[in-house]
């Protein structure tokens, strides 16, 4: 079993990075522009995209590989109090889109998470995070669903398997810190 899982886990970063990189590189290059213009990363996800959510938002506000000055980013899935309350007055599908509308200018980026794309409170999210002006991406499984079609980028792992698609997610996350780290703070030691 676990050779298999590591083989087609294997499969599927080949694909991922051969169809996916030009995403990650927009991405990329809209993470920098909201930080440099000031702006803040608002990320938000259900079940293994939300610990994917509160595990990048980390990176960026404490260090991934360098220590500098800290980047401005907020996971909405971590306030259990807003979440809870949110979820009981409005309902879940609005439990990140709720904090959107209260936290969110057109300065920020949304990073969507949701392996079907059709996670009813992530695309609620998203739509209102466009409504407000934000980029807005979308990280999803091959298929892309509702949310590819309000994202401005979409980086789709080209696989059906969520545990695959977690964690090509996540690879991406980490790159994505990396290269926002190098480019804004540049090598360490430089």
């Known amino acids: 079993?676990?050779?298999?899982?590591i083989e087609e886990h294997s499969?599927?970063?080949?694909?991922?990075?051969a169809t996916q990189a030009r995403a990650f590189y927009i991405v990329a290059g809209l993470a920098e522009d909201c930080l440099r213009e000031g702006g803040k990363i608002l990320i938000f996800g259900n079940g293994g995209s939300a610990a994917d959510a509160q595990h990048f938002a980390a990176e960026l506000v404490g260090r991934f590989e360098q220590d500098r000055q800290g980047l401005a980013a907020l996971?909405?899935?971590?306030n259990t109090s807003t979440l809870t309350a949110v979820a009981n007055d409005y309902g879940f599908e609005r439990a990140f889109?709720?904090?959107i509308e209260a936290?969110?200018?057109?300065?920020?980026?949304?990073?969507a998470i949701s392996t079907s794309g059709e996670s009813g409170n992530v695309i609620e999210a998203a739509r209102a995070a466009r409504e407000l002006g934000c980029k807005v991406v979308g990280m999803t499984g091959e298929?892309?669903?509702?949310?590819?079609?309000?994202a401005d980028v979409v980086i789709a792992v080209p696989s059906k398997t969520?545990?695959?698609?977690?964690e090509m997610h996540e690879l991406c996350l980490h790159a994505l810190?990396?290269?926002?780290e190098k480019r804004m703070f540049g090598e360490v030691g430089e």
Do not use: F
């Not at 499969?11 to 990075?17: R, S």
């Not at 969520?162 to 977690?166: P, W």
């Open 75 to 78: 996971a909405l899935t971590v």
């Open 103 to 111: 936290l969110a200018t057109k300065r920020d980026l949304a990073i």
């Open 177 to 180: 810190a990396a290269v926002l």
């Open 162 to 166: 969520v545990a695959r698609i977690q």
């Open 143 to 150: 298929r892309g669903g509702s949310l590819a079609g309000l």
């Open 1 to 5: 079993m676990l050779r298999e899982v």
């Open 97 to 99: 889109a709720r904090q």
């Open 11 to 17: 499969q599927v970063l080949e694909e991922t990075l």
